[in-house]
Protein backbone atom coordinates (compact mmCIF):
# COMPACT_ATOMS: atom_id res chain seq x y z
CA UNK A 1 0.00 0.00 0.00
CA UNK A 2 1.32 3.61 -1.07
CA UNK A 3 1.00 6.75 1.47
CA UNK A 4 0.85 9.96 0.54
CA UNK A 5 4.51 10.96 2.24
CA UNK A 6 5.78 15.11 2.55
CA UNK A 7 8.48 16.17 4.34
CA UNK A 8 7.75 19.61 6.16
CA UNK A 9 10.35 21.58 7.93
CA UNK A 10 10.71 21.65 11.98
CA UNK A 11 9.58 25.63 11.82
CA UNK A 12 6.49 24.82 9.52
CA UNK A 13 6.02 22.13 11.83
CA UNK A 14 6.22 24.54 14.63
CA UNK A 15 3.92 27.06 12.94
CA UNK A 16 1.38 24.17 12.64
CA UNK A 17 1.53 23.31 16.48
CA UNK A 18 1.30 27.26 17.59
CA UNK A 19 -2.23 27.16 15.45
CA UNK A 20 -3.26 23.94 16.78
CA UNK A 21 -2.39 25.03 20.77
CA UNK A 22 -5.23 26.84 21.51
CA UNK A 23 -7.30 24.17 22.81
CA UNK A 24 -4.29 22.80 24.55
CA UNK A 25 -3.39 26.01 25.98
CA UNK A 26 -4.77 25.98 29.45
CA UNK A 27 -3.58 22.24 30.47
CA UNK A 28 -0.09 22.91 29.05
CA UNK A 29 -0.22 26.15 30.74
CA UNK A 30 -0.81 24.12 34.19
CA UNK A 31 1.84 21.49 33.39
CA UNK A 32 4.62 24.01 33.28
CA UNK A 33 4.07 25.90 36.18
CA UNK A 34 3.51 22.43 38.52
CA UNK A 35 6.79 21.51 36.78
CA UNK A 36 8.32 24.42 37.56
CA UNK A 37 6.85 24.71 41.00
CA UNK A 38 8.36 21.60 41.39
CA UNK A 39 12.04 22.75 40.07
CA UNK A 40 11.76 25.40 42.94
CA UNK A 41 10.52 23.13 45.25
CA UNK A 42 13.86 20.63 44.56
CA UNK A 43 16.24 23.40 45.10
CA UNK A 44 14.76 24.54 48.11
CA UNK A 45 14.64 20.64 49.50
CA UNK A 46 18.57 20.72 48.26
CA UNK A 47 19.25 23.44 50.37
CA UNK A 48 17.29 22.23 53.30
CA UNK A 49 19.39 19.16 53.60
CA UNK A 50 22.32 20.75 53.15
CA UNK A 51 21.44 23.28 56.19
CA UNK A 52 20.21 20.40 58.13
CA UNK A 53 23.06 17.71 57.81
CA UNK A 54 25.27 20.99 58.24
CA UNK A 55 23.29 21.69 61.40
CA UNK A 56 23.60 17.96 62.67
CA UNK A 57 27.53 17.52 62.04
CA UNK A 58 27.43 20.79 64.26
CA UNK A 59 28.91 23.00 61.60
CA UNK A 60 26.18 25.12 61.36
CA UNK A 61 23.63 26.88 64.28
CA UNK A 62 19.84 26.04 63.88
CA UNK A 63 17.22 24.23 64.95
CA UNK A 64 16.98 20.73 63.66
CA UNK A 65 13.43 20.59 64.26
CA UNK A 66 12.63 23.30 62.53
CA UNK A 67 14.47 22.85 59.57
CA UNK A 68 13.00 19.03 59.53
CA UNK A 69 9.26 20.63 59.35
CA UNK A 70 10.81 22.52 56.71
CA UNK A 71 12.06 19.30 54.52
CA UNK A 72 8.96 17.48 54.96
CA UNK A 73 6.83 20.27 54.05
CA UNK A 74 8.93 20.80 51.00
CA UNK A 75 8.37 16.72 49.85
CA UNK A 76 4.76 16.77 51.04
CA UNK A 77 4.50 19.94 48.56
CA UNK A 78 5.88 17.63 45.71
CA UNK A 79 3.52 15.36 46.42
CA UNK A 80 0.71 17.01 46.27
CA UNK A 81 1.94 18.90 42.58
CA UNK A 82 2.01 15.12 41.41
CA UNK A 83 -1.15 14.80 42.00
CA UNK A 84 -2.20 18.00 40.68
CA UNK A 85 -0.57 17.01 37.53
CA UNK A 86 -2.22 13.64 37.20
CA UNK A 87 -5.60 14.92 37.74
CA UNK A 88 -5.08 17.45 35.16
CA UNK A 89 -3.26 15.35 32.40
CA UNK A 90 -6.94 12.80 33.18
CA UNK A 91 -9.61 15.68 33.02
CA UNK A 92 -8.04 18.13 30.47
CA UNK A 93 -6.36 15.73 28.77
CA UNK A 94 -9.37 13.57 27.07
CA UNK A 95 -11.15 17.00 26.36
CA UNK A 96 -8.23 18.35 24.41
CA UNK A 97 -8.07 15.27 22.62
CA UNK A 98 -11.56 15.06 21.65
CA UNK A 99 -11.26 18.59 20.64
CA UNK A 100 -8.44 17.71 18.21
CA UNK A 101 -10.36 14.92 16.89
CA UNK A 102 -13.34 16.59 16.30
CA UNK A 103 -11.66 19.39 13.99
CA UNK A 104 -10.04 16.17 12.09
CA UNK A 105 -13.40 14.75 11.67
CA UNK A 106 -14.89 17.83 10.67
CA UNK A 107 -12.64 18.67 7.86
CA UNK A 108 -12.78 15.31 6.58
CA UNK A 109 -16.46 15.56 6.80
CA UNK A 110 -16.87 18.62 5.05
CA UNK A 111 -13.75 18.21 2.70
CA UNK A 112 -14.41 17.63 -0.94
CA UNK A 113 -15.51 14.19 -2.01
CA UNK A 114 -11.85 13.98 -4.30
CA UNK A 115 -8.62 14.06 -1.94
CA UNK A 116 -9.64 11.82 0.88
CA UNK A 117 -10.20 8.69 -1.50
CA UNK A 118 -6.46 8.35 -1.60
CA UNK A 119 -5.92 7.84 1.54
CA UNK A 120 -7.02 4.14 2.93
CA UNK A 121 -10.23 4.36 5.73
CA UNK A 122 -7.98 2.61 8.31
CA UNK A 123 -4.60 4.95 7.45
CA UNK A 124 -7.52 7.58 8.25
CA UNK A 125 -8.59 6.29 11.28
CA UNK A 126 -5.02 5.91 12.47
CA UNK A 127 -3.77 9.54 12.15
CA UNK A 128 -7.77 10.70 14.06
CA UNK A 129 -6.80 8.63 17.07
CA UNK A 130 -2.80 7.54 17.14
CA UNK A 131 -1.48 10.87 15.51
CA UNK A 132 -4.08 12.95 17.53
CA UNK A 133 -3.15 11.42 20.71
CA UNK A 134 0.71 11.62 19.49
CA UNK A 135 -0.03 15.59 19.31
CA UNK A 136 -2.18 16.31 22.37
CA UNK A 137 0.95 14.39 24.42
CA UNK A 138 3.49 16.89 22.79
CA UNK A 139 1.40 20.28 23.43
CA UNK A 140 0.08 19.35 26.70
CA UNK A 141 3.15 16.85 27.83
CA UNK A 142 6.62 17.31 25.85
CA UNK A 143 6.91 21.01 25.12
CA UNK A 144 6.11 21.98 29.07
CA UNK A 145 8.00 19.26 30.31
CA UNK A 146 11.25 20.52 27.92
CA UNK A 147 10.56 24.28 29.14
CA UNK A 148 10.80 23.09 32.60
CA UNK A 149 14.14 20.77 32.27
CA UNK A 150 15.44 23.42 30.54
CA UNK A 151 14.81 25.53 33.27
CA UNK A 152 16.23 22.87 36.02
CA UNK A 153 18.81 22.80 34.10
CA UNK A 154 19.73 26.38 34.07
CA UNK A 155 19.42 26.77 37.96
CA UNK A 156 20.39 23.56 39.27
CA UNK A 157 23.77 24.40 37.21
CA UNK A 158 23.54 28.08 38.25
CA UNK A 159 23.15 27.12 41.53
CA UNK A 160 26.27 24.34 41.68
CA UNK A 161 28.52 27.44 39.94
CA UNK A 162 27.80 30.02 42.91
CA UNK A 163 29.16 27.12 45.30
CA UNK A 164 32.32 25.48 42.83
CA UNK A 165 32.70 27.04 39.23
CA UNK A 166 35.10 24.15 38.55
CA UNK A 167 32.51 21.67 39.78
CA UNK A 168 30.21 22.76 37.66
CA UNK A 169 31.71 22.98 34.66
CA UNK A 170 33.03 19.25 34.93
CA UNK A 171 29.65 18.23 35.16
CA UNK A 172 28.73 20.49 32.02
CA UNK A 173 31.17 18.81 30.20
CA UNK A 174 29.38 15.86 28.36
CA UNK A 175 26.98 18.79 26.84
CA UNK A 176 28.83 18.97 23.35
CA UNK A 177 28.52 15.39 22.89
CA UNK A 178 24.67 15.40 24.14
CA UNK A 179 24.00 18.12 21.73
CA UNK A 180 25.88 16.38 18.68
CA UNK A 181 24.80 12.76 19.09
CA UNK A 182 20.93 14.13 19.44
CA UNK A 183 21.25 15.69 16.46
CA UNK A 184 21.99 12.81 14.56
CA UNK A 185 19.67 10.61 16.32
CA UNK A 186 16.92 13.17 15.41
CA UNK A 187 17.55 12.86 11.67
CA UNK A 188 17.50 9.01 11.34
CA UNK A 189 14.92 8.19 13.79
CA UNK A 190 12.89 10.93 11.97
CA UNK A 191 12.85 8.59 9.18
CA UNK A 192 12.34 5.01 11.31
CA UNK A 193 9.55 6.26 13.16
CA UNK A 194 7.61 7.29 9.71
CA UNK A 195 8.31 3.85 8.61
CA UNK A 196 6.81 2.73 11.78
CA UNK A 197 3.68 5.08 11.38
CA UNK A 198 2.78 3.99 7.83
CA UNK A 199 3.34 0.33 8.86
CA UNK A 200 0.60 0.58 11.52
CA UNK A 201 -1.45 2.15 8.99
CA UNK A 202 -1.35 -0.49 6.23
CA UNK A 203 -1.73 -3.53 9.19
CA UNK A 204 -5.22 -1.70 10.19
CA UNK A 205 -5.66 -1.14 7.11
CA UNK A 206 -5.44 -5.10 6.06
CA UNK A 207 -7.50 -6.17 8.89
CA UNK A 208 -10.13 -3.54 8.19
CA UNK A 209 -10.79 -4.75 5.01
CA UNK A 210 -10.79 -7.93 5.37
CA UNK A 211 -13.40 -7.89 8.08
CA UNK A 212 -15.62 -5.71 5.36
CA UNK A 213 -15.01 -8.18 3.14
CA UNK A 214 -15.52 -11.56 5.24
CA UNK A 215 -17.68 -13.18 3.04
CA UNK A 216 -16.16 -12.62 -0.23
CA UNK A 217 -12.90 -13.93 1.71
CA UNK A 218 -14.37 -17.12 2.71
CA UNK A 219 -15.70 -17.94 -0.77
CA UNK A 220 -12.81 -17.18 -2.65
CA UNK A 221 -11.11 -19.81 -0.07
CA UNK A 222 -8.32 -16.42 0.80
CA UNK A 223 -8.02 -16.43 4.67
CA UNK A 224 -4.63 -17.83 4.46
CA UNK A 225 -3.34 -15.02 1.79
CA UNK A 226 -4.92 -12.38 3.99
CA UNK A 227 -3.19 -13.67 7.35
CA UNK A 228 -0.05 -14.40 5.22
CA UNK A 229 -0.77 -10.55 4.02
CA UNK A 230 -0.81 -9.59 7.16
CA UNK A 231 1.80 -11.66 9.19
CA UNK A 232 4.10 -9.97 6.45
CA UNK A 233 3.32 -6.63 7.27
CA UNK A 234 3.45 -7.25 10.57
CA UNK A 235 7.30 -8.90 10.03
CA UNK A 236 8.13 -5.87 8.82
CA UNK A 237 7.03 -3.63 11.20
CA UNK A 238 9.04 -5.81 13.81
CA UNK A 239 12.23 -5.39 11.62
CA UNK A 240 11.16 -1.14 11.89
CA UNK A 241 11.01 -1.62 15.83
CA UNK A 242 14.32 -3.99 16.10
CA UNK A 243 15.84 -1.10 13.87
CA UNK A 244 14.63 1.77 16.20
CA UNK A 245 15.46 -0.02 19.49
CA UNK A 246 18.60 -1.31 17.96
CA UNK A 247 19.72 2.85 17.54
CA UNK A 248 18.20 4.11 20.65
CA UNK A 249 20.01 2.00 22.53
CA UNK A 250 23.25 2.68 21.30
CA UNK A 251 22.63 6.31 21.20
CA UNK A 252 21.49 5.81 25.00
CA UNK A 253 24.90 4.33 25.98
CA UNK A 254 27.03 6.75 25.10
CA UNK A 255 25.09 9.54 26.33
CA UNK A 256 24.87 7.48 30.02
CA UNK A 257 28.54 6.48 29.58
CA UNK A 258 29.62 10.01 29.14
CA UNK A 259 27.23 11.21 31.97
CA UNK A 260 28.66 8.58 34.26
CA UNK A 261 32.15 9.65 33.85
CA UNK A 262 31.29 13.50 34.57
CA UNK A 263 29.45 11.97 37.66
CA UNK A 264 32.33 10.20 38.97
CA UNK A 265 34.91 12.88 37.98
CA UNK A 266 32.74 15.89 39.94
CA UNK A 267 32.11 13.30 43.08
CA UNK A 268 36.17 12.59 43.25
CA UNK A 269 36.44 16.21 43.21
CA UNK A 270 33.92 17.14 46.00
CA UNK A 271 35.58 13.98 47.75
CA UNK A 272 39.22 15.68 47.78
CA UNK A 273 37.68 19.22 48.54
CA UNK A 274 35.82 17.62 51.75
CA UNK A 275 39.39 15.91 52.63
CA UNK A 276 41.13 18.99 52.45
CA UNK A 277 38.41 20.64 54.99
CA UNK A 278 37.26 23.17 52.05
CA UNK A 279 33.75 21.81 52.31
CA UNK A 280 31.07 20.36 54.92
CA UNK A 281 29.34 17.41 54.44
CA UNK A 282 26.55 19.26 53.82
CA UNK A 283 27.74 21.09 50.81
CA UNK A 284 29.07 17.13 49.54
CA UNK A 285 25.55 16.41 49.75
CA UNK A 286 24.22 19.21 47.85
CA UNK A 287 26.70 18.59 45.24
CA UNK A 288 25.98 15.29 44.66
CA UNK A 289 22.09 16.05 44.40
CA UNK A 290 22.92 19.09 42.11
CA UNK A 291 25.10 17.05 39.66
CA UNK A 292 21.95 14.51 39.23
CA UNK A 293 19.43 17.64 39.30
CA UNK A 294 22.11 18.88 36.08
CA UNK A 295 22.52 15.57 34.28
CA UNK A 296 19.13 14.55 34.68
CA UNK A 297 17.20 16.91 32.52
CA UNK A 298 19.92 16.64 29.84
CA UNK A 299 18.79 12.58 30.37
CA UNK A 300 14.64 13.64 30.54
CA UNK A 301 15.62 15.23 27.17
CA UNK A 302 17.26 12.06 25.74
CA UNK A 303 14.00 10.14 26.94
CA UNK A 304 11.85 13.22 25.16
CA UNK A 305 14.02 12.74 21.40
CA UNK A 306 12.29 9.64 20.71
CA UNK A 307 8.33 11.38 22.11
CA UNK A 308 9.02 14.51 20.30
CA UNK A 309 10.43 12.54 16.70
CA UNK A 310 7.25 10.36 16.84
CA UNK A 311 5.00 13.53 17.75
CA UNK A 312 6.67 15.33 14.70
CA UNK A 313 5.54 12.43 12.17
CA UNK A 314 2.25 12.35 13.64
CA UNK A 315 2.26 16.44 13.05
CA UNK A 316 3.36 15.51 9.32
CA UNK A 317 0.51 12.96 8.52
CA UNK A 318 -2.39 15.10 9.84
CA UNK A 319 -0.81 18.07 8.06
CA UNK A 320 -1.44 16.01 5.37
CA UNK A 321 -5.11 15.75 6.01
CA UNK A 322 -5.64 19.12 6.74
CA UNK A 323 -4.26 20.11 2.95
CA UNK A 324 -6.96 18.20 1.56
CA UNK A 325 -9.38 20.75 -0.39
CA UNK A 326 -12.76 21.74 1.21
CA UNK A 327 -15.88 22.58 -0.26
CA UNK A 328 -17.17 25.97 -0.37
CA UNK A 329 -18.48 27.08 2.44
CA UNK A 330 -22.10 28.47 2.01
CA UNK A 331 -25.39 29.16 2.61
CA UNK A 332 -28.02 26.07 1.65
CA UNK A 333 -30.26 27.15 -1.11
CA UNK A 334 -33.53 26.33 -1.50
CA UNK A 335 -35.21 25.68 -4.49
CA UNK A 336 -38.80 26.83 -5.23
CA UNK A 337 -41.21 25.17 -6.97
CA UNK A 338 -40.52 22.02 -9.34
CA UNK A 339 -37.13 21.44 -9.59
CA UNK A 340 -34.94 20.27 -12.84
CA UNK A 341 -31.28 19.68 -13.89
CA UNK A 342 -30.21 20.88 -17.00
CA UNK A 343 -26.68 19.80 -18.92
CA UNK A 344 -25.27 21.64 -21.29
CA UNK A 345 -22.11 20.08 -23.13
CA UNK A 346 -20.56 18.80 -20.36
CA UNK A 347 -16.85 16.60 -20.40
CA UNK A 348 -15.78 14.81 -17.00
CA UNK A 349 -12.24 13.00 -16.35
CA UNK A 350 -10.95 11.43 -12.78
CA UNK A 351 -7.14 12.48 -13.66
CA UNK A 352 -5.83 14.81 -16.77
CA UNK A 353 -3.90 11.71 -18.01
CA UNK A 354 -7.10 9.38 -17.97
CA UNK A 355 -9.88 8.87 -20.59
CA UNK A 356 -13.25 11.15 -20.33
CA UNK A 357 -15.66 9.64 -18.84
CA UNK A 358 -18.61 11.50 -19.89
CA UNK A 359 -17.76 13.35 -23.40
CA UNK A 360 -19.98 16.45 -24.28
CA UNK A 361 -22.96 15.10 -22.53
CA UNK A 362 -26.04 17.68 -22.82
CA UNK A 363 -29.86 16.92 -21.45
CA UNK A 364 -32.55 18.73 -19.79
CA UNK A 365 -34.28 16.65 -16.70
CA UNK A 366 -36.90 18.83 -16.70
CA UNK A 367 -39.09 19.56 -12.97
CA UNK A 368 -41.46 16.47 -12.64
CA UNK A 369 -40.14 14.44 -15.40
CA UNK A 370 -39.11 10.69 -14.27
CA UNK A 371 -35.99 9.68 -16.36
CA UNK A 372 -34.20 6.67 -16.29
CA UNK A 373 -30.42 6.33 -16.95
CA UNK A 374 -29.18 3.44 -19.09
CA UNK A 375 -25.98 2.31 -20.13
CA UNK A 376 -22.99 -0.59 -19.78
CA UNK A 377 -20.52 -0.81 -16.84
CA UNK A 378 -18.41 2.12 -17.21
CA UNK A 379 -20.42 4.16 -19.38
CA UNK A 380 -20.28 6.82 -16.76
CA UNK A 381 -24.04 6.56 -14.85
CA UNK A 382 -22.67 6.79 -11.34
CA UNK A 383 -20.29 10.14 -12.14
CA UNK A 384 -23.36 11.61 -13.90
CA UNK A 385 -24.61 11.13 -9.92
CA UNK A 386 -22.09 12.79 -8.56
CA UNK A 387 -21.89 15.57 -10.87
CA UNK A 388 -25.52 16.46 -9.94
CA UNK A 389 -24.63 15.83 -6.49
CA UNK A 390 -21.68 18.66 -6.56
CA UNK A 391 -19.42 15.77 -5.39
CA UNK A 392 -17.61 17.12 -8.57
CA UNK A 393 -17.39 19.60 -11.19
CA UNK A 394 -17.28 19.22 -15.14
CA UNK A 395 -14.02 18.93 -16.84
CA UNK A 396 -16.02 21.20 -19.37
CA UNK A 397 -19.28 22.51 -19.94
CA UNK A 398 -22.26 23.57 -17.30
CA UNK A 399 -24.42 21.51 -15.23
CA UNK A 400 -27.12 24.02 -13.71
CA UNK A 401 -30.12 23.56 -11.87
CA UNK A 402 -33.36 25.66 -12.22
CA UNK A 403 -37.17 26.03 -11.33
CA UNK A 404 -39.81 27.85 -13.32
CA UNK A 405 -39.39 30.49 -11.10
CA UNK A 406 -36.01 31.07 -10.44
CA UNK A 407 -32.96 31.82 -12.14
CA UNK A 408 -30.61 28.45 -13.35
CA UNK A 409 -28.10 28.24 -10.58
CA UNK A 410 -24.83 26.37 -11.32
CA UNK A 411 -25.00 22.36 -8.84
CA UNK A 412 -23.06 23.21 -5.91
CA UNK A 413 -23.09 21.90 -2.21
CA UNK A 414 -25.32 25.02 -1.40
CA UNK A 415 -27.95 22.95 -3.60
CA UNK A 416 -27.82 19.59 -2.79
CA UNK A 417 -30.11 19.89 0.33
CA UNK A 418 -32.80 19.94 -2.68
CA UNK A 419 -31.85 16.18 -3.16
CA UNK A 420 -32.79 12.78 -1.79
CA UNK A 421 -29.95 10.30 -2.26
CA UNK A 422 -30.44 6.28 -2.75
CA UNK A 423 -27.03 4.82 -3.68
CA UNK A 424 -25.99 1.50 -4.44
CA UNK A 425 -25.46 -1.03 -2.05
CA UNK A 426 -26.03 -1.89 2.05
CA UNK A 427 -25.83 1.85 3.38
CA UNK A 428 -26.98 1.90 6.86
CA UNK A 429 -25.59 2.80 10.07
CA UNK A 430 -25.05 0.60 12.82
CA UNK A 431 -27.81 1.81 15.21
CA UNK A 432 -31.71 1.40 15.57
CA UNK A 433 -33.43 1.30 12.50
CA UNK A 434 -35.49 4.68 13.90
CA UNK A 435 -32.10 6.02 14.22
CA UNK A 436 -31.15 5.08 10.76
CA UNK A 437 -34.51 6.88 9.46
CA UNK A 438 -34.05 9.86 11.52
CA UNK A 439 -31.11 10.58 9.45
CA UNK A 440 -33.12 11.52 6.65
CA UNK A 441 -35.49 13.60 8.63
CA UNK A 442 -34.52 14.45 11.97
CA UNK A 443 -37.70 15.63 13.19
CA UNK A 444 -39.77 12.83 11.72
CA UNK A 445 -42.43 11.51 13.82
CA UNK A 446 -43.29 8.00 14.56
CA UNK A 447 -46.05 7.48 12.00
CA UNK A 448 -43.85 9.48 8.91
CA UNK A 449 -41.52 6.80 9.73
CA UNK A 450 -44.51 4.34 9.09
CA UNK A 451 -45.35 5.93 5.99
CA UNK A 452 -42.18 5.99 4.56
CA UNK A 453 -41.53 2.72 5.29
CA UNK A 454 -45.15 1.37 3.75
CA UNK A 455 -44.03 3.56 0.55
CA UNK A 456 -40.84 1.65 0.24
CA UNK A 457 -42.45 -2.04 0.81
CA UNK A 458 -40.56 -2.42 3.88
CA UNK A 459 -43.33 -2.76 6.53
CA UNK A 460 -41.28 -5.94 7.67
CA UNK A 461 -39.79 -3.65 10.28
CA UNK A 462 -43.04 -3.03 12.20
CA UNK A 463 -43.39 -6.57 12.94
CA UNK A 464 -39.61 -7.28 14.13
CA UNK A 465 -39.81 -8.05 18.03
CA UNK A 466 -38.42 -4.23 18.37
CA UNK A 467 -40.41 -2.65 15.89
CA UNK A 468 -38.31 0.66 15.29
CA UNK A 469 -35.88 -0.04 18.01
CA UNK A 470 -34.87 -2.71 16.26
CA UNK A 471 -30.71 -2.64 16.29
CA UNK A 472 -28.65 -3.09 12.71
CA UNK A 473 -25.06 -4.00 13.01
CA UNK A 474 -22.08 -2.01 11.07
CA UNK A 475 -23.74 -2.00 7.07
CA UNK A 476 -27.06 -3.45 8.31
CA UNK A 477 -25.37 -6.51 9.60
CA UNK A 478 -28.64 -9.19 10.79
CA UNK A 479 -30.91 -7.54 7.43
CA UNK A 480 -31.14 -9.62 4.06
CA UNK A 481 -29.51 -7.18 1.51
CA UNK A 482 -33.11 -6.62 0.16
CA UNK A 483 -34.49 -5.35 3.58
CA UNK A 484 -31.37 -3.05 4.38
CA UNK A 485 -32.08 -1.67 0.42
CA UNK A 486 -35.77 -0.95 1.42
CA UNK A 487 -34.89 0.63 4.82
CA UNK A 488 -32.39 3.12 3.41
CA UNK A 489 -35.16 4.12 0.45
CA UNK A 490 -37.77 4.87 3.51
CA UNK A 491 -35.05 6.94 4.90
CA UNK A 492 -34.44 8.56 1.16
CA UNK A 493 -38.31 9.11 1.08
CA UNK A 494 -38.73 10.78 4.50
CA UNK A 495 -35.84 13.62 3.42
CA UNK A 496 -38.09 16.43 2.23
CA UNK A 497 -36.51 17.31 -1.93
CA UNK A 498 -37.31 18.25 -4.79
CA UNK A 499 -34.82 16.15 -6.87
CA UNK A 500 -34.70 11.87 -5.90
CA UNK A 501 -31.36 10.64 -7.02
CA UNK A 502 -31.40 6.48 -7.34
CA UNK A 503 -28.48 4.44 -8.52
CA UNK A 504 -29.23 1.32 -8.64
CA UNK A 505 -31.06 0.82 -5.82
CA UNK A 506 -33.28 -1.94 -6.24
CA UNK A 507 -30.68 -4.62 -7.66
CA UNK A 508 -31.62 -6.51 -4.46
CA UNK A 509 -35.20 -6.34 -4.85
CA UNK A 510 -37.05 -9.22 -7.04
CA UNK A 511 -38.90 -7.99 -9.99
CA UNK A 512 -42.49 -8.35 -8.47
CA UNK A 513 -41.37 -5.96 -5.45
CA UNK A 514 -39.01 -3.77 -7.61
CA UNK A 515 -42.41 -3.20 -9.44
CA UNK A 516 -44.69 -2.43 -6.47
CA UNK A 517 -42.26 -0.41 -5.74
CA UNK A 518 -41.42 1.94 -8.62
CA UNK A 519 -45.66 2.21 -8.28
CA UNK A 520 -45.18 3.76 -5.24
CA UNK A 521 -42.65 5.98 -5.57
CA UNK A 522 -43.78 7.48 -8.91
CA UNK A 523 -46.84 8.05 -6.98
CA UNK A 524 -45.25 9.60 -3.89
CA UNK A 525 -42.85 11.73 -6.18
CA UNK A 526 -45.19 13.00 -8.98
CA UNK A 527 -44.15 16.10 -8.70
CA UNK A 528 -41.07 15.81 -8.02
CA UNK A 529 -37.95 15.39 -10.80
CA UNK A 530 -36.78 11.44 -10.15
CA UNK A 531 -33.46 10.41 -12.16
CA UNK A 532 -32.99 6.38 -11.47
CA UNK A 533 -29.91 4.67 -12.71
CA UNK A 534 -30.12 1.33 -13.59
CA UNK A 535 -29.58 -1.65 -15.42
CA UNK A 536 -32.64 -2.99 -15.23
CA UNK A 537 -35.25 -2.72 -18.29
CA UNK A 538 -38.49 -2.52 -15.58
CA UNK A 539 -38.04 0.68 -14.80
CA UNK A 540 -37.99 1.64 -18.16
CA UNK A 541 -41.65 1.28 -18.30
CA UNK A 542 -42.40 3.67 -15.32
CA UNK A 543 -40.51 6.66 -16.67
CA UNK A 544 -41.02 9.75 -19.16
CA UNK A 545 -37.62 9.56 -20.40
CA UNK A 546 -34.75 7.49 -20.76
CA UNK A 547 -31.26 8.62 -20.94
CA UNK A 548 -28.26 5.78 -23.09
CA UNK A 549 -25.07 6.63 -21.76
CA UNK A 550 -22.22 5.14 -23.98
CA UNK A 551 -18.71 4.10 -22.83
CA UNK A 552 -16.10 6.47 -24.39
Same mark, same amino acid.
Given at each position: MKFNKTQYSIRQIAAWLWRHHKSCRLQAFLNMFIGLSVVGLGLLGVDTIRSLTDIATHAKEGSIIWTAVLLATVFALEVFMHISSTWISAVLGVKTQNQMQQFFFRQLIKGK? =??????????????????VGDIVQ????? +?????????? &????????????????????????????????????? =?????AIKDSNSAIQAIIQESIQHKMVIKVLGRENTM??????????? =????KSR??????? /?????????GAFLTALVWGLFQLHAGLITMGVLMAFTQL????????????????? &??? /?TTSCERLMELEEL?? $??? /???????GGAGIRFNDVSYSYSEEGRAIIQHFSHDFSPGSFTAILGETGAGKTTLIRLILALISPTEGTAEAYTETQQALPL???????????? #????? *?????? $?? +???????ATTEDMEEALHIALADFVLTLPDGLETRCSEQ??? +???? #?? #??????????????????????????? $????? +??????? =? *????????????????????????????
Open positions: W =RGIEKYHSGDVINRLFGDLMTDV +LPTAVVTLTQ &FIASFTYLYLMDSTLALIVVTTSPVFIILSRIYFRKM =RRIVRIEKLELRQSLL =RHQITKFHIFS /STLINIGFLINRIQRPMLDVAKLLPI &FIN /SPL $EED /SEPVELESPALRGNFSYIP #QGNTL *FSGTIR $EN +LLMGNPDGGG +LSEG #QA #QRIAIARAILHPCKILLLDEATSALDA $ETEKE +LLKNLQQ =R *FQKSTVIFVTHRMAVVDFTSNVVKMVRH
